[in-house]
Structure formats: C-alpha cells, structure tokens
C-alpha cells in the first residue's frame, strides 16, 4: 500500500498528514507545543490515538519510543557511525528492524532479516518535507508511518 506524507507548512509543532494513494486523508500527527523534546500524537481520522511518539531525551544517539495503548512497542535509535548515510534499528512487537537510508537520506529502506518491508521516498525541491510510502502486505501500515515520522525528525529536523 502507498501512502504520501505530508509535514504541515504553518504550524507550531511538529505537525504531518498522511494520505493514501487516491489523495485521502487517511492519519494525522500531530506534536506537542513547548516541551521537553519531541512528543507527537499519531491518529486515524476519527481522532483515536493509534501511536504516541516520544523522545528520549539525554541520550548519547537519537532515540525515539513508540506506545501504542500506553504500552511500550518499540524503540527507534539512530546508528551513530555510519558514514554518508542514515540507519537505524527498530526493537519492536513486530520484530526487530533495520533501517538504512541513501548517500542523501532521501531514500530508506525498513527489513527484518534482510526481507524488505517498506520502501520511503523524499521528495526533492519541496517547502517542507514530503514522503512517498511503499508498505508491502502483512505489516502495520500504521506502525510503519509513525516509524517514518521518526525518520524524518532525526534526519531532516529543521
């Protein structure tokens, strides 16, 4: 399933929506105002939370948490040596992940033992940034977009 997200233009937080390939509106994010590192809701369009997104603050490498319920399911944290590139591990319910982006970080690829779950596209020449999303079949499509979020604010936080 291929979806497009979209970070918000004027807003004063951290702020995406996410659409599904015939342009509807299908997930929003929203992030919290003035606190202690990045803390985002992730909600379908009935506003139920699906996905809280927290940063781990004083912590040598990026480090995200992700609850779903108010229970721990995953963990995303930045690799600190890689050169000319990011990626990033995912300890999750789901299993455990790598995530390695291109020379530019414009492109990421998700995998569990080397079998490919995701394939995500920035954008290029756009005002905020903008992600296409690949998902293949038998994965939370939900979990997946919420882990690009987390991306996109370690590699392209402005």
């Known amino acids: 399933m291929k979806y497009l997200i979209n970070q918000k233009i004027f807003s004063f937080s951290d702020s995406f929506n996410i659409y599904d390939i015939d342009g509807y509106e299908v997930y929003s994010v929203v992030g919290q105002v003035l606190s202690i590192g990045h803390k985002l809701s992730f909600r379908d369009m009935d506003n139920n939370e699906l996905f809280y997104i927290k940063q781990r603050v004083m912590k040598l490498k990026p480090t995200y948490e992700i609850y779903k319920d108010d229970n721990l399911c995953c963990t995303i944290s930045k690799r600190l ?52 999303v690949d998902i293949s079949d038998n994965i939370d499509n939900a979990f997946i977009l919420a882990a690009v979020i987390v991306l996109d604010l370690c590699c392209h936080d402005n």
């Open 81 to 132: 040596f890689t050169f000319f590139h990011c990626a990033f591990d995912i300890n999750s319910n789901y299993g455990d992940m790598t995530v390695k982006g291109n020379v530019l970080d414009h492109d990421y690829t998700f995998k569990i033992n080397e079998k490919e779950l995701a394939n995500v596209s920035k954008k290029w020449l756009s005002i905020k940034d903008k992600y296409v």
